[in-house]
Structures are given as structure tokens and as C-alpha cells.
């Protein structure tokens, strides 16, 4: 099992950008493709990105050319930045593995996108 701890969350207006991180506690997490998820009011989770170990990402289309995931091996870390943020970007938002593992969700960090 994976402990991973989401934060960076917050309220921002439309337009506005976020970055948020992911931090992981065991050392062998560059060994794992991570992803982001998030979860809407009355929707089921969703994955949003995904980085392989190697720093290849695939996008969901509802966020290419807004979001950008990235790592830090050597912080045990994920990120994702978040541009052009829309209220339809509202959520909480996951980090874990990919594919990923019941076990390791977190609390997620909670995203609202409002004027």
C-alpha cells in the first residue's frame, strides 16, 4: 500500500490557475505510473491524467491544453497544474496509481472553480 497525501486545493475564479501536488510515501514510487482523478457532486470518479514512469502523460480531452502533470522522483511527488480552469473543473481530486489501487486513495484535495 501506497500513502499518498493530495494538496494545493482551493477557490479560484474562472480563468484562474491551481497547481496541485501529490506526495507519496514510499521510495519506489518512481516506479509507478501515477494518475489524477477527480470526482464531481453526483458523478463517479474520473480520471483526468496519467504519467508513466518514464514521463510519458495522457490527457482526458475535457482538460488537453489546460492541465499538465508532471513528477519529482526524487520528492515522491505529483503534480498538476491546472490553467484556464472552468466551473466544470469543480471537484475533489485524487492522486494515486495507475491503474490504480483501491487501497492507496487518499482524502483528495477539493477544487472550485466560482466568480
Known amino acids: 500500500q501506497v500513502q499518498l497525501v493530495e494538496s494545493g486545493g482551493g477557490l479560484v475564479q474562472p480563468g484562474g490557475s491551481l497547481r496541485l501536488s501529490c506526495a507519496a510515501s514510499?521510495?519506489?514510487?518512481?516506479?509507478?505510473?501515477m494518475g489524477w482523478y477527480r470526482q464531481a457532486p453526483g458523478k463517479q470518479r474520473e480520471l483526468v491524467a496519467t504519467?508513466?514512469?518514464?514521463?510519458?502523460?495522457r490527457y482526458a480531452d475535457f482538460v488537453k491544453g489546460r492541465f499538465t502533470i508532471s513528477r519529482d522522483n526524487a520528492k515522491n511527488t505529483v503534480y498538476l497544474q491546472m490553467n484556464i480552469l472552468k466551473p466544470e473543473d469543480t471537484a475533489v481530486y485524487y492522486c494515486?496509481?495507475?491503474?490504480?489501487?483501491?487501497?492507496?486513495w487518499g482524502q483528495g484535495t477539493q477544487v472550485t472553480v466560482s466568480s
Open positions: 494515486n496509481r495507475y491503474p490504480p489501487q483501491g487501497a492507496d
Open positions: 514510499r521510495s519506489i514510487f518512481s516506479t509507478y505510473a
Open positions: 504519467i508513466t514512469s518514464s514521463r510519458n502523460t
